[in-house]
């Protein structure tokens, strides 16, 4: 009977997330935005892995952490979890403090997203985390991690575990930096020890540990 009970939760849950993104990704809120959203898939799963926003490369692969960023990322979760990056997509929602491309700023890096744009953007995820209730949240990088702890220094936060309350659910949050080549902070002192504290932390996490368990 419990079997039917969690049966049937789990499949409003699957249908909710199936409306919930493709109600996403007809998003057109921002019209400064240079791509349509990008979504991981209405993957169901209590962990969720936060991305600032997609680059270029993203929209036309439609995935996230589709190209450099994500080879690390996902060499992260292979070397400390377990877990290779088809596992890591099929077991983990993806996603993101802005679900689109920003473009890029004169300079030629990423524009960084504005304050109305994570706004805009900012009840996806809350209904993510309502419809998900995950029990732990991989904020990557400082701009999707200040969307759930102060962070004024990455020092401060890699490496350590939080308990958050969003959405009106309370979660654990493990911060990483982001993988991308652009900041070598994880590459060197004290950013790579942090990262490495890090990344055992989720190896450990229950939610984590079992999803890499029944891959095995
Ligand atoms: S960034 Fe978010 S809120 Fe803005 S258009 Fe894209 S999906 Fe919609």
């Known amino acids: 009977m419990r079997t039917a009970h969690r049966a049937?939760?789990?499949?409003?849950i699957q249908t909710q997330l199936d409306q919930h993104v493709t109600a996403l990704l007809g998003c057109r809120r921002c019209p400064r935005m240079k791509s349509t959203p990008v979504s991981g898939g209405a993957i169901v799963s209590d962990v969720m892995i936060i991305g600032q926003a997609p680059g270029p490369r993203e929209p036309v692969l439609q995935r996230p952490f589709a190209h450099t960023?994500?080879?690390?990322?996902?060499?992260?979760?292979?070397?400390?979890?377990g877990m290779n990056e088809a596992t890591v997509r099929s077991k983990i929602y993806f996603a993101a403090v802005c679900r689109c491309f920003p473009g890029k700023n004169s300079g030629g890096t990423d524009r960084v997203p504005t304050p109305d744009e994570i706004r805009n953007c900012?009840?996806?995820?809350?209904?993510?985390?309502?419809?998900?209730?995950?029990?732990l949240v991989i904020?990557?990088?400082?701009?999707?991690?200040?969307?759930?702890?102060?962070?004024?220094?990455?020092e401060k936060v890699i490496g350590?575990?939080?308990?958050?309350?969003r959405a009106r659910h309370r979660f654990?949050?493990?911060?990483?930096?982001?993988?991308?080549?652009?900041?070598?902070?994880?590459?060197?002192?004290p950013g790579k020890e942090l990262l490495r504290r890090a990344l055992k932390l989720i190896a450990r996490h229950s939610a984590v540990a079992a999803k890499a368990a029944s891959e095995s």
């Open 122 to 135: 900012s009840s996806w995820m809350d209904d993510e985390i309502e419809i998900l209730r995950p029990s």
């Open 8 to 12: 049937v939760a789990t499949t409003t």
């Open 160 to 165: 350590r575990k939080f308990r958050v309350e």
């Open 139 to 154: 904020p990557v990088g400082r701009l999707a991690i200040m969307q759930f702890i102060d962070c004024a220094k990455l």
């Open 69 to 81: 960023a994500g080879k690390t990322l996902f060499r992260w979760f292979e070397e400390f979890c």
């Open 172 to 189: 654990e949050v493990i911060p990483l930096p982001h993988p991308s080549g652009a900041s070598p902070w994880h590459k060197i002192s």
